[in-house]
């Protein structure tokens, strides 16, 4: 028989070099500090209101409009309100991410198209929170993404007020991952609550989401497919104080054996800005608030952004830092010989729980290490992670 198990000292090699970043100063261009892009021109801060408050308002009419119709079916209001959600209705059915496509299934409703040339609330706020990758990615990441059959999970952090981020850097990820993206590799898990709201529910398929489920997310991976995750999750979100740079990772492990079990590996993202999008106000409801995120999935976080607006970032600069991929290794061992095989791309269905804690210690590590290297250069030097 086959005896599986992790060899950290392999893992521990693997990565020595990254974990010297602490000790060295970040050679990545960042393009600008947390405070080059503090005063936007007026124009596109307006620009940026009246998109985000557009569409609230698209959302609330197609809701509350179809609550009104339901109540009220024989009003001269509601014979308006039904073509209006006849033409919805006509718009999901034509277009990807309509009915046909479910969030249930691993393929979703991607539709390139609609985040890089005309989702426009995308481009403008891109533009007003200067949204962009570190450049030049780590080597290594550039390498393992080349090859044909590239696969990981991309683990992003904090999660933030709203994550403005995750729907924003769709239609620039190409650039990062051109192999991934030519091949329509890479899904991002969402919270089951958005694909329950109409027209959210297409913008989320429309821009790779699917269910954050562990089926659904087990077979995107079954099917090669790569896989972008917040795992702080709405534990994360209620959590967010302006100022503080705090995520939720300590009783996270999920996605680390989702990594273990598929033989995938992880890559720590880091989103500077992310935390200081919003004004927050923690202290208003919160233990009904977090009553809400454990027993229903639902996340209210009271905040602020641009003249009040709760949906509308204020105007700080958004760079995402990537770390090298974490790969797992396992030792296949024979009862009846005496030499092992060690091969990175072997997979193990039932890791133990030492096992997990182990590689989760490990993506600890490697996250604090990409925060401390890049904080200083992105004028976050007086910053520390805090892991809760």
Known sequence: SLRNSVTMSRIEASLASSSKLKDKKSDVSHGSTKDTNSHPSIWLKLQAFMCVTLLMA????????????????????????????????SIRLLTPGGAIHSEKQPEGGVWRAFSER?????SIHRRYLNLSFAKPLPKE?????????????????????????????????????PNLLKRNKIRALAASILFWIPVVREISLWTGCIDASRPV?????????????????????IRTVYGREIIYLKNRKGFIKLALVHGVPIVPMYVF??????????????RFRLWLVKNLGICITPCSG??????????????????????????????????????????????????VDRAHAVFIRE??????????????????????
């Open 273 to 286: 800005g992310c935390s200081d999008s919003y004004y927050t106000y923690n202290w208003m409801a919160q």
């Open 367 to 388: 996250l604090t290490a990409l925060f401390d290297a890049h904080k200083t250069a992105l004028g976050y030097g007086d910053r520390t992670l805090e892991i809760v």
């Open 141 to 177: 990441l550039v390498e393992a993404e080349s090859r044909s059959n590239a696969q990981f999970i991309l683990a992003a952090f904090p999660h933030g007020c709203n994550s403005d981020f995750r729907v924003l850097m769709d239609g620039i990820i190409n650039e990062t991952f």
């Open 217 to 237: 997310a087990k077979a995107a991976l079954d099917q090669g497919k790569s896989l972008l995750i917040l795992p702080g999750g709405e534990a994360e979100q």
């Open 118 to 122: 005309y989702f426009f609330l995308s």
């Open 58 to 89: 698209l959302i609330l009419l197609v809701n509350l409009g179809g609550i009104y119709v339901l109540f009220n079916p024989g009003s001269s209001r509601s014979k308006m309100m039904i073509y209006f959600l006849m033409l919805y209705a």
């Open 306 to 355: 641009l003249w009040g607006n709760p949906f509308c970032p204020l105007p700080k600069t958004t760079t995402i830092v990537m770390g090298k991929p974490i790969r797992f290794e396992f030792v296949l061992e024979q009862d009846n010989l005496n030499e092992s095989c060690i091969d990175t791309s072997i997979s193990k269905q039932t890791p133990t729980k030492e096992e």
